[in-house]
């Protein structure tokens, strides 16, 4: 006698778990109405179904009309390796795999390199985990950084000499990638804090109640940080304070008043000797 019996198609959760209740039935794979003969044994086949595995299907004997046969599948476990390309994640990974459940979140920390901006993987990387194992290399920009004063670039130290006129201030700037934020310290040479002078903008200038030195030059260290998403890169310059150099009848701004006025006395000179040779 022919008799009816259902196959369920039942998946594992993307939670995991082995237990009954951690299978869930999928609308794409709805129940099957089979049918054989009492006494015989059930014919459940199970799906090839993307990024899961069929359990072994337990046949059973037909018996009666409504009987169920389950078959069970178990998500696929998958391996994703991450090459780095000489940076690191914050996330643990193993031999630089990291592995989960067929369509769990893949989640990882965007891996930092120093001197350089993390962009993108390469291949692109998926929310979940994929049907099947792939390797994702990380792509980096490198973030070049030059500093420089007008148009002259500043390698490795600058002699900051005393302005002829206006304030006095060195003006700094620094030439990055797009997008790139910069920002500024100084200390002093032994990398303490610098009483003298003070960075803002890239212009140094000397602190309130403070000017340049007359009695010997003093060096100081300047460091442009350079950032850009989860990287950046640093470059730090010494700058020579020039000491303000007097001249010989007062500071540089009255020489040139003494000057014009010796001029004006030889003038004077010159004319009380006409008047009376007249």
Do not use: C
């Amino acid at each position: 006698k022919a008799v009816e019996y259902t196959v369920k198609h039942l998946f594992q959760k993307v939670s995991g778990g082995t237990n009954d209740g951690d299978y869930e039935a999928k609308d794409d794979y709805a129940d099957e109405t089979k049918s054989g003969t009492v006494g015989a044994q059930t014919e459940a086949v199970a799906k090839t179904v993307e990024g899961f595995d069929a359990q072994t299907i337990t046949q059973t004997t037909i018996e009666a009309s409504g009987m169920v046969v389950t078959v069970k599948y178990d998500r696929k476990n998958i391996s994703l390796t991450f090459e780095l390309d000489g940076g690191t994640t914050t996330t643990q990974l193993t031999e630089n795999k990291l592995t989960g459940l067929y369509g769990a979140n893949v989640e990882i920390a965007a891996p930092t390199k120093e001197g350089y901006a993390f962009t993108s993987w390469n291949q692109a990387l998926p929310q979940t985990f994929p049907a099947s194992d792939a390797t994702y290399t990380a792509q980096y920009e490198e973030i070049t950084l030059t500093v420089k004063t007008g148009e002259t670039a500043i390698t490795e130290s600058y002699d900051w000499s005393a302005p002829t006129d206006g304030e006095d201030t060195l003006t700094l700037a620094a030439e990055s990638l797009d997008g790139a934020t910069v920002e500024w310290s100084v200390k002093t040479s032994d990398d303490g804090e610098s009483e003298l002078v003070q960075i803002n903008n890239g212009v140094l200038s000397f602190k309130e109640d403070k000017s340049r030195p007359t009695d010997a030059d003093v060096t100081v260290k300047v460091t442009a940080t350079a950032s850009k998403g989860n990287g950046s890169t640093s470059k730090e310059i010494s700058i020579v304070i020039k000491k303000k150099v007097a001249s010989a009848g007062g500071d540089d701004n009255n020489q040139s008043d003494d000057s014009e006025g010796e001029n004006t006395e030889g003038d004077d000179s010159d004319e009380e000797g006409g008047s009376e040779g007249e």
